[in-house]
């Protein structure tokens, strides 16, 4: 793993982003490059057939995505809707999401059945559906996978998704500058689902900051489940068992409106609070700054109209502007970055409900 940025850089900044996918609502993702009027030059390394907003070649694009049944998936159909329309050239077919594995392998085939130009999936199951990403690669179908990851690079064209350790890295990050003057610092954590391989990164990368800072001791730590009731009943029983501490670690934005709801009731305001993904609830609550809740790391549901994005530069045959390569990457990990009160109005406009 490269290293870290200077923490101060990490905590504001969207360069760590191969292309800022949490900046899509400001300027298109794929911009073009200008061609060289001069016959008797050498072409300029950087001219290359890219993307750009001018109207191309049609494509299709097939989206399959599992159940919005959670805010953050629900905003990955959003942005991948709301992207698809700024194209002309782009006709999206899309899926009713399902987290049935049986279910979403059959709306997949029936995308590849159509023939779709290029296809994009959020599997409800990574591993479960790699032979359907397969299948649709050796018919001629190119795949960018999004997120939740196949098991083989044969299965998907592109990947693109967030860095789960990386929110935890950038938290505990966050939370150790904050607490690095204070003595016997003692933080806890609130996870998200223990049997998923996203939530042991997140812990992970929040463990592994915290070994920067040896005046921080992590004394607690319970996993709830993605969802307010969740966030409030783990919430509380964390308060009870903790009387004291200084810093709170949640994991996700949405199991983080139960946990703000406990610790109102508890009356607790004596530590200050890290949340995760990039709620507008939560990046309303830091801009009032009145309460426990002083920042949220990003984990951009942006990336399904980046996903978007490069699928239609695939079906158009082109790459990406600013690169030299002909091709897009084979693997796009986004940035998570911090917002506190100090940048949060420039992300404002990506949160989601």
Same mark, same amino acid.
Not at 2 to 11: D, H, S
Not at 53 to 74: C, E, M, R, S, Y
Not at 170 to 185: C, F, P, S, T, V
């Given at each position: ?14 360069? !760590? ?9 400001? !300027?298109?993702?794929?911009? !073009? ?20 907003? #001018? ?23 959003? =942005? ?5 329309? #700024? ?8 899926? *009713? ?11 997949? *085939? ?9 296809? &994009? ?51 505990? @990050? ?20 223990? =049997? ?21 001791? #992590? ?5 709830? *489940?993605?969802?307010? *009731? ?19 670690? =949640? @994991? ?67 790459? &990406? ?16 970055? &911090? ?15």
């Amino acid at each position: 793993m490269p290293e870290p940025t200077p923490f101060t850089n990490r905590f504001t900044s969207r360069r !760590g982003m191969l292309f800022g996918a949490a900046a899509v609502s400001a !300027g298109t993702l794929l911009v !073009g490059c200008t061609s060289n009027d001069s016959k008797d030059e050498e072409p300029a390394a950087n001219d290359q057939p890219a993307a750009d907003d #001018k109207p191309g070649k049609q494509v299709t694009i097939g989206f399959a995505g599992p159940q919005a049944d959670h805010g953050w998936l629900n905003a990955i159909n959003d =942005n991948a809707e709301s992207r698809a329309k #700024k194209y002309s050239d782009v006709t999206l077919e899309i899926t *009713e999401g399902s987290n049935d594995t049986a279910q979403q392998i059959g709306q997949i *085939e029936t995308l590849i059945n159509k023939k779709v130009d290029v296809l &994009v999936v959020l599997p409800a199951d990574g591993k479960a559906l790699t032979q359907v990403g397969l299948k649709a690669m050796r018919a001629g179908i190119p795949v960018v996978n999004l997120d939740r990851i196949f098991n083989t690079p044969q299965a998907y064209r592109c990947w693109v998704g967030g860095d789960n350790y990386g929110m935890g890295l950038n938290a505990g @990050h966050y939370i150790g500058e904050k607490l690095k003057g204070k003595a016997d610092a003692r933080v806890i954590e609130l996870a998200g689902l223990d =049997n998923l391989e996203l939530t042991k990164q997140r812990t992970q990368g929040f463990d592994d900051a915290l070994k920067n800072y040896p005046n921080i001791k #992590k004394v607690a730590r319970q996993a709830a *489940e993605f969802t307010v *009731e969740s966030g409030q009943a783990k919430m509380a029983q964390l308060l009870q068992a903790q009387s004291k501490f200084d810093a709170l670690w =949640n @994991h996700d934005d949405d199991q983080g409106v139960g946990a703000l709801r406990a610790i109102e009731q508890a009356g607790r305001d004596d530590f200050l609070m890290v949340g995760g993904a990039g709620a507008l609830a939560a990046f309303q609550a830091i801009k009032q700054d009145s309460g426990v809740l002083k920042a949220t790391v990003l984990y951009p549901p942006t990336m399904a109209a980046s996903a978007i994005d490069l699928a239609r530069a695939l079906g158009q045959g082109k790459g &990406v502007g600013g690169l030299a390569e002909y091709e897009i990457p084979a693997s796009i990990t986004l940035y998570s970055a &911090v917002v506190d009160k100090t940048n949060v109005d420039q992300y404002m406009s990506t949160g989601f409900k």
